[in-house]
T-cell receptor, first 114, second 109 residues
Framework: ETGVTQTPRHLVMGMTNKKSLKCEQH?????MYWYKQSAKKPLELMFV???????ENNSVPSRFSPECPNSSHLFLHLHTLQPEDSALYLC?????????????FGPGTRLTVL | GNSVTQMEGPVTLSEEAFLTINCTYTATGYPSLFWYVQYPGEGLQLLLKATKADDKGSNKGFEATYRKETTSFHLEKGSVQVSDSAVYFC????????FGKGTMLLVSP
């Protein structure tokens, strides 16, 4: 595998379910990100991890819980979601000491909450 | 705060037509500027970038010039192909990456 991979690619869940999204980067980067992409809205940055430490949490509801066990893996744990949480969730990674901080994106997980 | 404004889509063109997608930005400092492209069913890919004023980024026939005086980074291509159909995102980097809403491009044969 190369680049940034995400699983699953599609997920349908009920509001009472608990599920997790997984992201893995094979680029040797030390920063990872979760974004939410909804129709007709700009990409929303949700969380940033730098050297496994969470450095940013953009007022995301607690029903989204990130986990970064090491610099290559990032999870997003989901519980008691709402239908308005249906969106494409994108993971990205970058090398934090690169001044241009180019981010590499995974293909995303298309989440539908019923 | 920082923000990026892109033209509304969709932009519909015939193959070999000239493409311009407008992008303007507001930033408190001197950001780096990017264009990302998202093909159907995929994540975002970096298309080109420019890191300082008057820089021109180019890739795959696409170009954009960093214009500080007009705070713009318009994307251009001289002759589009059907395979260029995608959503294009303008973004600026100044401590964090800020994206525009995206512009869908549809190219017909």
């Amino acid at each position: 595998e190369t680049g940034v991979t995400q699983t699953p690619r599609h997920l349908v869940m009920g509001m009472t379910n608990k599920k997790s999204l997984k992201c893995e980067q094979h680029l040797g980067h030390n920063a990872m990100y979760w974004y939410k992409q909804s129709a007709k809205k700009p990409l929303e940055l949700m969380f940033v991890y730098n050297f496994k430490e969470q450095t940013e949490n953009n007022s995301v509801p607690s029903r989204f819980s990130p986990e970064c066990p090491n610099s290559s893996h990032l999870f997003l744990h989901l519980h008691t979601l709402q239908p308005e949480d249906s969106a494409l969730y994108l993971c990205a990674s970058s090398q934090e000491d690169n001044p241009y901080n180019e981010q590499f994106f995974g293909p995303g997980t298309r989440l539908t909450v019923l | 705060g920082n923000s990026v404004t892109q033209m509304e889509g969709p932009v519909t063109l015939s193959e070999e037509a000239f493409l311009t997608i407008n992008c303007t930005y507001t930033a408190t400092g001197y950001p780096s500027l990017f264009w990302y492209v998202q093909y159907p069913g995929e994540g975002l890919q970096l298309l080109l970038k420019a890191t300082k004023a008057d820089d021109k980024g180019s890739n795959k026939g696409f170009e954009a010039t960093y214009r500080k005086e007009t705070t713009s980074f318009h994307l251009e291509k001289g002759s589009v192909q059907v395979s260029d159909s995608a959503v294009y995102f303008c973004a600026l980097l100044y401590s964090t990456l800020t994206f525009g809403k995206g512009t869908m491009l549809l190219v017909s044969p």
